[in-house]
């Protein structure tokens, strides 16, 4: 059973307002996963770190997004400010990082932008 | 670039029948393939992965997926499924070398009735 702890669970926000949701990746894990998956079951990659460092992220989350990993902290995932097509199920994971090794997933933060 | 295709968007069985719920990938080099399964608006759950060896690889609750390098496929399959087994599957794949962030397919809803 995955340990990757993700919260809130549900998030609601105002359009232009900021979003943020946390991740702890299973412990030992230093590569982190964040993924957006929409209503059409269709999943994105956001941006994926080992340790403290960016390993790869898409051009939306370099301009909307902002998402770090400091050691001893949760993970986390912001959206500076929210829009009407962020609405989607957010999920973190995590895996050791090698390419043959299991990637883990939390439960995801629901986020709906109003 | 690795991609996979899940063919059937949706299946339905009775319980107690056998179902194969297909994935086919493109990827040019080293490959890690995995199923998850996501009970409706949750987390997703590891359920078996291949790496190398033996083509056939068991997973938890009695599915079983087998790899095929000329068939390009990495189809799921379980002898008799039960009612709690309805839920929508996604076959992912990771490259070698680095690039081992999952990308998905768009996902297979199973349906199980009574």
């Known amino acids: 059973n995955s340990k990757v702890i993700q919260t809130p669970r549900y998030l609601v926000k105002g359009q232009g307002q900021k979003a943020k949701m946390r991740c702890i990746p299973e412990k030992g894990h230093p590569v982190v996963f964040w993924y957006q998956q929409n209503k059409n079951n269709e999943f994105k990659f956001l941006i994926n770190?080992?340790?403290?460092?960016?390993?790869?992220q898409i051009d939306m989350t370099e301009k909307r997004f902002s998402a770090e990993c400091p050691s001893n902290s949760p993970c986390s995932l912001e959206i500076q400010s929210s829009e009407a097509g962020d609405s989607a199920l957010y999920l973190c994971?995590?895996?050791?990082?090698?390419?043959?090794?299991?990637?883990?997933f939390g439960k995801g933060t629901r986020l709906t932008v109003v | 670039t690795q991609t996979v295709s899940q063919s059937d968007a949706h299946v339905t069985v009775f319980e107690g029948d056998s179902v194969e719920l297909r994935c086919n990938y493109s990827?040019?080099?080293?490959?890690?393939l995995s199923w998850y399964i996501q009970h409706h608006g949750r987390g997703l759950q590891f359920l078996l992965k291949y790496y190398s060896g033996n083509p056939v690889v068991q997973g938890v609750n009695g599915f079983e997926a087998e790899f095929s390098k000329s068939d390009s496929s990495f189809h799921l399959r379980k002898a008799s499924v039960h009612w709690s087994d309805s839920a929508v599957y996604f076959c992912a794949v990771s490259g070698s070398g680095g690039n081992y962030k999952p990308t998905f397919g768009k996902g297979t809803s199973l349906v199980v009735h009574p």
């Open positions: 770190f080992q340790n403290q460092e960016v390993l790869q």
């Open positions: 994971a995590s895996s050791l990082g090698q390419a043959n090794t299991e990637v883990f």
């Open positions: 990827y040019g080099g080293s490959i890690y």
